[in-house]
């Protein structure tokens, strides 16, 4: 559910910290609660929807300074091992893509909604974080004007709200 979800970061940037989000984004989980380790994750994220509420700073970042959204139009995310952690919480592993590279990461789940609480059982609420991305490691911002000023480690949170498929 989009209009309840949120891909969020934070980058250093000069003595501070830089702010953003992305808001256009899709994706399907898919959970085996008796055998967790056969669930999946496909996640994209649509590069151009970045928003740091600053529009000049938007558009920079769309550039090839940084993400070349023309070129690399979507982030994406697939699952390749999922493992149950405790009674709450997990680990994925998989394939993120940005920029044209693939890397492998691991993302940190844990379950915020209990999926029978509220009357509410089709929906389940996710926090998923994950150690901080190193953008030199996917050419994001390389060689960009200002480069120096901005941190290489970009912390990622993201808090889903999804709906069971009927």
Do not use: Y
């Not at 969020?8 to 008796?34: C, N, P, Q, W, Y």
């Not at 994406?76 to 890397?103: L, Q």
């Not at 990461?105 to 994950?130: C, E, F, H, K, Y």
């Amino acid at each position: 559910d989009q209009a309840h979800s949120t891909i969020a970061f934070k980058v250093k940037h000069m003595l501070g910290s830089a702010k953003g989000k992305f808001t256009k984004f899709s994706g399907t989980i898919e959970i085996d609660r008796e055998h967790p380790e056969q669930s999946s994750v496909v996640a994209t994220i649509q590069a151009a929807s970045i928003d740091t509420a600053n529009p000049k700073r938007d558009e920079h970042l769309r550039t090839a300074d940084f993400f070349n959204v023309a070129k690399f139009s979507e982030i994406t995310f697939k699952s390749r091992r999922v493992k149950k952690t405790g009674a709450n919480t997990g680990e994925i592993t998989g394939d993120f893509s940005m920029h044209g590279v693939m890397r492998p990461i691991t993302l940190n789940v844990q379950m915020l909604g209990d999926p029978g609480s509220a009357g509410q059982s089709q929906i389940t609420r996710w926090r998923i974080t994950t150690a901080p991305l190193e953008r030199s490691d996917f050419g994001v911002g390389k060689g960009a004007t200002g480069e120096s000023t901005i941190g290489d480690d970009v912390s990622v949170e993201i808090e889903i709200e999804a709906t069971r498929a009927k």
